[in-house]
């Protein structure tokens, strides 16, 4: 990234997200450390724990490993950007799902909380596409 601004905006926002990982890590924590046997096995959550116990292992609702290859990047600063927009739009569905099946406040506070501020990062990855696109004469003719 060659704007200093766009940099700060992605160091901002990737920031967060590490502390939004730690969040939804610390909720998992929450809902599993008191768990019998009786009741993981019962809950479906019997695989998870034969492997990690109730370690918090990130890995997607439908048991998809959390891993590097879930990011997309082709070195074109707009096509990046847009797909950085649509990661947080995913987030975003992904917490609205969570907030229509979930009703304790425990939980639902600060899965709001998250839903807001994806909201809030695809703006300013938004704002970095204006940016970016405002300076750069390629980047001006492919927007």
Wanted: proline share 3%.
């Amino acid at each position: 990234m060659k704007d200093k601004k766009v940099i700060g905006v992605l160091t901002d926002i990737g920031t967060e997200e590490l502390a939004h990982l730690e969040i939804v890590g610390s909720i998992i924590h929450q809902l599993t450390k008191d768990l019998t046997p009786d009741e993981i096995k019962a809950s479906g959550f019997d695989k998870y724990y034969i492997d990690h116990t109730l370690a918090v292992w990130p890995q997607s609702a439908g048991g998809e490993p959390f891993s590097a290859s879930q990011f997309q990047s082709t070195g074109d600063t707009i096509t990046d950007l847009y797909e950085d927009m649509a990661a947080e739009q995913k987030a975003r569905l992904t917490y609205d799902n969570i907030l229509r099946i979930v009703k304790d406040p425990e939980i639902a506070d600060p899965i709001r909380f998250l839903r807001e501020r994806e909201i809030v990062h695809f703006q300013r990855f938004g704002e970095a596409n204006r940016e970016d696109c405002s300076k750069s004469e390629h980047a001006q003719y492919n927007h």
